[in-house]
């Protein structure tokens, strides 16, 4: 069974970048099928979709962040992270890691726990 | 690229059928039949419902189904049980190698 799983620390300073790895567990990060994405949640708001990279390193970034975010993988860890630069109050959200099958999105069939980031 | 809109909430008792829409524009919903759907209970994370509009992943509820017309995807739900109550959003494909995600429905089961 597939798993994934945020880590990183939970309490950011403004100004400072966000940082989160994602393990993939049960499955290969190298599968030809699948990108791997980003998305956030604010407390009590919707769902945002970050970006998205392939094994090779290939990225999506959502425009209205895309000057803000690197997405990178790890294939020998199994992983691939996410870096904020210059993260506001405004970036404070539960950050989830999900897997999505090769473009165009068209859904997102794992996701991880999620993991509560807090700028202050 | 906005949010998709959805309504805020919605209720329905047990047993009954409600219905949620998802209303995009024809960059997103209305050019592509890539809408998804995802149910997250308080505290956990999204669970995926329904995709391409309207296919059913192995293990969700057939009480469940999705349809498209125009620029504005609908949920389904028949049958409403308690563990029904719960966030739904949609998701779109919005060209240019992004996609987009709805506000969210709070649903009530009365």
């Known amino acids: 069974q597939l798993q994934l799983q945020e880590s990183g620390p939970g309490l950011v300073k ?3 970048t966000l940082s989160l790895t994602c393990t993939v567990s049960g499955g290969s990060i190298s599968s030809s099928t699948y990108y791997w994405g980003w998305i956030r949640q604010p407390p009590g708001k919707g769902l945002e979709w970050i970006g998205s990279i392939y094994y090779s390193g290939s990225t999506y970034y959502n425009p209205s962040l895309k ?6 993988v790890d294939t020998s860890k199994n992983q691939f992270s996410l870096k904020l ?3 506001t109050a405004a970036d404070t959200a539960v950050y989830y890691c999900a897997r999505h099958p090769s473009w165009p999105i068209r859904l997102f ?3 991880g726990q999620g993991t509560l980031v807090t700028v202050s | 690229q906005s ?3 959805q309504p805020a909430s919605v209720s329905g008792s047990p047993g009954q059928s409600i219905t949620i829409s998802c209303t995009g524009t ?3 919903v209305g050019n592509y039949n890539l809408v998804s759907w995802y149910q997250q209970h308080p505290g956990k994370a999204p669970k995926l419902m329904i995709y ?17 017309s125009g620029n504005t995807a609908s949920l389904t739900i028949s049958g409403l049980q308690a563990e029904d109550e ?11 190698s992004t996609a987009v995600f709805g506000g969210g429905t709070q649903l009530t089961v009365l």
């Open chain 2, 26 to 28: 024809s960059s997103d």
């Open chain 1, 85 to 87: 630069r210059s993260v």
């Open chain 2, 86 to 96: 719960a966030d739904y959003y949609c998701c779109s494909y919005a060209g240019s």
């Open chain 1, 67 to 72: 000057s803000r975010v690197t997405i990178s």
């Open chain 1, 109 to 111: 069939d794992y996701w």
């Open chain 1, 14 to 16: 403004p100004s400072q």
């Open chain 2, 52 to 68: 391409e509009g309207s296919k059913r992943p192995s293990g969700v509820s057939n009480r469940f189904s999705g349809s498209k």
């Open chain 2, 3 to 5: 949010a998709l809109t």
